[in-house]
């Protein structure tokens, strides 16, 4: 079947909740306009159960279908919070506070679940019940893993959970999804070298940082080209690389790094891990330099179970069409803690289209409403595909 008429009817009224949260953007834990709305909606909507306050500012609230002679529940989450960037869109709903933005979607993400929300609780055609998780920080703070910490699985007896993210460049009414491995652990890295400062016309009397810093970025580069095996995916990036003089005669007593690695496989990650701080170290060493490191893993591998992915697959062809479901695309290295959620119970995490768009983390971005009735037909199909009316 196409997109469900009822949720086609309700897109003016969604896209209108979702412009509302994309003018109030609020960042990581802290969101409290954006969880009063989330909270009022499903009150209007008459959903069963509000729970508030999981994973510190999430919420989960229950839907319970007609019947429920198996006891089963079906997760379904959307992330809420926005990032700390300033928007350059020009657009009439645009962020009303500086330095913060909808610039990846969520706005639209937890629009599409409050739809799916109103068209489930006016119908309830499905038996069991349906667990609508609005998720905060996943924008580095983590806020599924502090969730899935907080017992949500075992308390609303979640037996499968299921993800949505928009992708721009993807046609809107068009969706992707692939088994297995599909985004990537997202560690860090900072790092100080140390050495000692001086007049840049007496080198020779400093311990200059900057070259030892300059050759840690180059022998970095290495554990992709020459630790990893060819076959399998790593970046090592360096994003930052600042002295602490700015002056043009000054050899600066200290140089910092910050940087990512992004890896599909736990072998791979415990190599890169070991390589990058010998490599640090040693290197800064054989200046005559001392290296301070800080290396944090982040959000680990997002893996979709092969079962869900294809019930996931299943589910957008009937929503869009088989010829509109692009299946078993090459994974992607960026990170997203959905993953804690995809450890911790079966599931899968899917894409959908948002036309020809400026990427996510772009300042132009902006998520597209046409992709609505699609985003909410999935989630609402999904429901009763996965738990038919008894």
């Not at 896209?15 to 209007?44: C, Q, S, Y």
Request: net charge negative; proline share 6%; charged share 20%.
């Amino acid at each position: 079947m196409p997109i469900k008429n009822r949720l086609a009817e309700l897109m003016p009224e969604i896209a209108g909740w979702r412009r509302e949260i994309h003018m109030n953007p609020e960042i990581l834990f802290d969101l409290p306009k954006t969880t009063a709305l989330v909270e009022a909606k499903l009150r209007e909507f008459g959903v069963d159960e509000i729970h508030s306050g999981i994973g510190r500012s999430g919420i989960v609230a229950l839907i319970r279908g007609k019947t429920d002679s198996r006891g089963y529940c079906v997760g379904l989450r959307a992330d809420m919070d926005a990032l700390p960037m300033t928007e350059m869109t020009g657009l009439p709903y645009a962020s009303q506070t500086p330095g913060k933005m909808h610039g990846c979607g969520h706005d639209g993400h937890t629009a599409m679940l409050l739809g799916a929300a109103k068209y489930l609780a006016e119908t309830r055609n499905f038996d069991g019940t349906v667990a609508l998780i609005f998720q905060p920080a996943e924008e580095g703070g983590g806020g599924g893993e502090l969730m899935v910490k907080d017992g949500m699985m075992e308390r609303f007896g979640i037996c499968e959970v299921y993800g949505m993210h928009n992708e721009p460049g993807l046609p809107v009414g068009e969706f992707g999804v692939s088994p297995g491995p599909i985004m990537a652990a997202a560690d860090e890295f900072e790092v100080t070298i140390l050495g000692k400062g001086g007049h840049a016309a007496r080198p020779h009397m400093c311990i200059d940082p900057t070259p030892a810093a300059c050759n840690v970025v180059m022998a970095l580069q290495t554990v992709a080209s020459r630790n990893t095996d060819p076959i399998k995916n790593i970046v090592v990036s360096v994003c930052t690389l600042r002295t602490s003089s700015e002056a043009f005669n000054v050899i600066p007593p200290e140089v910092l790094i910050r940087g990512t690695v992004r890896t599909l496989d736990a072998g791979v990650r415990d190599m890169a891990e070991e390589r990058v701080t010998r490599l640090i170290h040693s290197t800064a060493e054989a200046y005559g330099c001392e290296a301070h490191l800080r290396y944090e893993r982040g959000y680990p591998v997002v893996v979709n179970h092969d079962a869900n992915a294809e019930i996931a697959a299943e589910i957008a062809r009937a929503v869009a069409g088989s010829d509109k479901v692009h299946w078993g695309r090459p994974p992607r290295m960026g990170g997203e803690d959905f993953a804690y959620m995809l450890n911790a119970r079966p599931g899968a995490f899917i894409n959908v289209g948002n036309g020809d768009t400026a990427g996510v983390h772009h300042p132009a971005y902006d998520f597209n409403d046409e992709a609505i009735p699609y985003g909410c037909s999935f989630f609402a199909e999904l429901v009763e595909r996965r738990m038919p009316a008894a």
